[in-house]
T-cell receptor, first 115, second 115 residues
Framework: EAGVAQSPRYKIIEKRQSVAFWCNPISGHATLYWYQQILGQGPKLLIQFQNNGVVDDSQLPKDRFSAERLKGVDSTLKIQPAKLEDSAVYLC?????????????FGQGTRLTVV | AQSVAQPEDQVNVAEGNPLTVKCTYSVSGNPYLFWYVQYPNRGLQFLLKYITGDNLVKGSYGFEAEFNKSQTSFHLKKPSALVSDSALYFCAVRDGHYGNNRLAFGKGNQVVVIP
């Protein structure tokens, strides 16, 4: 079974530039998550989709971050404009729709460096 | 809001000795508890979870965790550590209270197994 695919693996941009990350979840997983993991911290949820609807985006900095999940499969996360503090690993995860005990499966992440 | 505390930054253990990684949690409803492991430049890998039932949960790679409701703890254990267990370990909790489905992670514990 293929896992969660993310691209690119690494990205270096200058502050105020834009960047986009792509995620392809595990086939059949209706729930998709984007997490931000800053060095030395645990992952923080940015946004959660169920199919192509947003379930939770309360921690997404909406003035600069946006995400979409067209057709309920792939998803993109965009930052525009980037700030130095956005340097982090961006993790995509997916899970089946189910009870709250359903575990999420993570991709390898995209390491973003803003200089 | 749900939260997780992993009090130790790093856990050092000699190969062959028992390994324990501590986790305490806070939720308003019943907890759904998870452990994930992260190897360098990799995404998070699911190890095990507690939903209900037996307080001792067995997972991948010989790991197990013990749920203790009175102490609000979910410590990860392995009877005999291997050098290959050296990695970053994250505890996570989802609140069973209706309306809040967010999975909250702790800051992680670096485990170093010394040959």
């Amino acid at each position: 079974e293929a896992g969660v695919a993310q691209s690119p693996r690494y990205k270096i941009i200058e502050k105020r530039q834009s960047v986009a990350f792509w995620c392809n979840p595990i086939s059949g997983h209706a729930t998709l998550y984007w997490y931000q993991q800053i060095l030395g911290q645990g992952p923080k949820l940015l946004i959660q989709f169920q199919n192509n609807g947003v379930v939770d985006d309360s921690q997404l900095p909406k003035d600069r971050f946006s995400a979409e999940r067209l057709k309920g499969v792939d998803s993109t996360l965009k930052i525009q404009p980037a700030k130095l503090e956005d340097s982090a690993v961006y993790l995509c995860a997916s899970s089946l729709v189910g009870p709250r005990g359903t575990e999420a499966f993570f991709g390898q992440g995209t390491r973003l460096t803003v200089v | 809001a749900q939260s997780v505390a992993q009090p130790e930054d790093q856990v050092n253990v000699a190969e062959g000795n028992p390994l324990t990684v501590k986790c305490t949690y806070s939720v308003s409803g019943n907890p759904y508890l998870f452990w994930y492991v992260q190897y360098p430049n990799r995404g998070l890998q699911f190890l095990l979870k507690y939903i209900t039932g037996d307080n001792l949960v067995k997972g991948s790679y010989g790991f197990e965790a013990e749920f203790n409701k009175s102490q609000t703890s979910f410590h990860l254990k392995k009877p005999s550590a291997l050098v290959s267990d050296s990695a970053l370990y994250f505890c996570a909790v989802r609140d069973g209270h209706y309306g809040n489905n967010r999975l909250a992670f702790g800051k992680g514990n670096q485990v170093v197994v010394i040959p």
